[in-house]
């Protein structure tokens, strides 16, 4: 079965086509970096306007590469929640138009569930595992088991991990975007320069949590008070030490949970899956396995959501025309006793 997947949820215009849920024929993102670099940021609206410019030539594109045409195709699934509501709506709108004309089921799919499916597209991986996804948006440590069936162990309180690499890099004009900025500055600078607390969220029902907020106040509002001795304030020493706090607030999670519930298995998927100090820990953590996307598949990327959208639409689900886009998905509650 051959699905094609459209993303549009924030600033990477993507198509793809992705057989049986594994094997990617294609995936092609048009990125919108260099158009939010100057503000810093994800501009919604120039989002949302260059999506429209290009998503039909994407999409063009992602058929020509697979060497396949729309009569093809089987079905479609597309993001519809979470992400920017205007971005969004062009990929599902997209997604029903082509859904209409060609008479093919569209199933509109949840793009966090997608970043957690996306190892599965490179490898073998077998239900229950430890999940954990840290994107721009979220952060959640969970138990897996099935493509659907995810057990929030904890999450974020306040920011998401991906969201404080911005806001830090944003404060400090280290580049854009701020987690990738930070990762390679980091490779230069003393881990130890600053220690930034890690907040104790470890009682009770916080047990997995995580807490943002205060790291990235202490290291834009009060980096002084963190500073080991006579460290230089150097972009480099900041980014550095601001790694090692974010990254090994995660680590300390995700320890917790492999040691509560046995499970040896780890696999990690969004944005910050790319960190590469994140992927080092993950891997020299002993007698664990841990899994995660190449780097293409960790940040956004339609093969993600074409693979998973193959096991609804093969399972006979598929979503009505009336579907609409959501900046948010209910809170992912803790299910996990
Ligand atoms: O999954 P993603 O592409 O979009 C969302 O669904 O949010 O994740 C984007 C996030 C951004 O916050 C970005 O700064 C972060 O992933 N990111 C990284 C790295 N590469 C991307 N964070 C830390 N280290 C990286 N190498
Ligand atoms: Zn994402």
């Not at 810093?40 to 060497?67: C, D, Q, Y």
């Not at 138009?97 to 509109?108: A, I, T």
């Not at 490779?187 to 047990?207: C, M, V, Y």
């Not at 002993?286 to 598949?297: C, T, V, Y």
Request: with cysteine; glycine share 10%; aromatic share 8%.
């Amino acid at each position: 079965m051959l699905v094609l997947g459209v993303e549009s949820s924030c600033d990477e215009c993507s198509l793809a086509v992705v057989e049986d849920g594994k094997k990617i024929l294609s995936n092609e993102v048009a990125t919108q970096i260099d158009f939010h670099r100057p503000y810093n940021g994800v501009v919604p609206e120039i989002a949302s306007r260059m999506h429209t410019e290009w998503i039909t030539a994407v999409a063009e594109k992602a058929l020509e590469k697979a060497g396949v045409t729309m009569d093809d195709i089987d079905g479609i699934a597309v993001t519809n929640r979470p992400g920017l509501v205007g971005s969004l709506l062009v990929g599902l709108n997209f997604a029903k138009g082509l859904s209409l004309s060609r008479g093919l089921p569209f199933v509109g799919v949840d793009h966090i569930r997608a970043h957690l499916y996306a190892p599965h597209l490179e490898f073998q991986i077998d239900y229950p595992y430890l999940g954990l996804l840290v994107s721009g948006g979220h952060t959640v440590i969970s138990k897996v088991d099935d493509f659907d069936t995810i057990k929030v162990l904890g999450t974020t309180i306040d920011d998401a991990c991906g969201e404080a690499f911005d806001k830090v890099a944003k404060h400090y004009n280290l580049g854009y975007p701020g987690g990738v900025a930070i990762d390679m500055l980091s490779r230069k600078g003393d881990p130890e320069a600053f220690h930034f607390p890690d907040p104790s969220l470890h009682k009770g029902e916080h047990r997995y949590d995580v807490s943002y907020s205060g790291l990235k106040t202490a290291v834009i509002n009060q980096l002084d008070q963190f500073c080991n001795g006579k460290a230089e304030k150097t972009n480099e020493n900041i980014a550095a030490s601001f790694q090692k706090a974010a990254i090994g607030m995660l680590m300390k999670r995700v320890n917790r949970a492999v040691k509560d519930t046995g499970i040896r298995k780890i696999v990690a998927g969004g944005g910050v899956a790319a960190n590469s100090l994140l992927r080092r820990e993950l891997k020299n953590m002993k007698d664990i396995e841990a899994l995660f996307p190449s780097m293409e598949l960790c940040t956004d990327n339609a093969a993600m959501i074409a693979g998973i959208g193959f096991h609804y639409l093969i399972r006979g689900e598929h979503s009505e025309l009336d579907l609409n886009a959501y900046p948010r998905v209910k809170r992912f509650k803790k299910t996990y006793p």
